[in-house]
């Protein structure tokens, strides 16, 4: 039986590459008509740019505004890692089930 947390890490994954892979189609398409990217964050104000950092804590440090032709690399390694992640937990989910 597949444990619920393999099960769990790749749905997050899979959702978090579907989300990085929306934002790089809405960042390419605003460069593309050499326009801002019209992005909004959930309370509907426009975002400039991407954020970074570490969440919070004491330590806690964030990049505000990064510009999105140098986000667009940025997204795409995310979407590399992440597709990366899927692939090494399908094994590890294959390696489960065949328990």
């Not at 964030?62 to 995310?78: G, Q, S, Y």
Request: charged content about 30%; hydrophobic content about 40%.
């Amino acid at each position: 039986m597949l444990s619920k947390e393999t099960a769990m890490d790749i749905a997050l994954a899979h959702r978090e590459l579907e989300t990085a892979e929306k934002l790089l189609e809405d960042v390419r398409e605003a460069m593309d008509r050499r326009e801002p990217a019209d992005i909004r964050d959930a309370f509907g104000r426009r975002v400039d740019g991407l954020q970074r950092g570490v969440p919070s804590g004491n330590t806690g440090q964030r990049l505000c505004t990064v510009p999105w032709p140098v986000a667009e690399p940025v997204i795409k390694a995310h979407i590399a890692n992440q597709k990366a992640r899927i692939e090494a937990l399908s094994i590890a989910a294959f390696e489960e089930l065949s328990q």
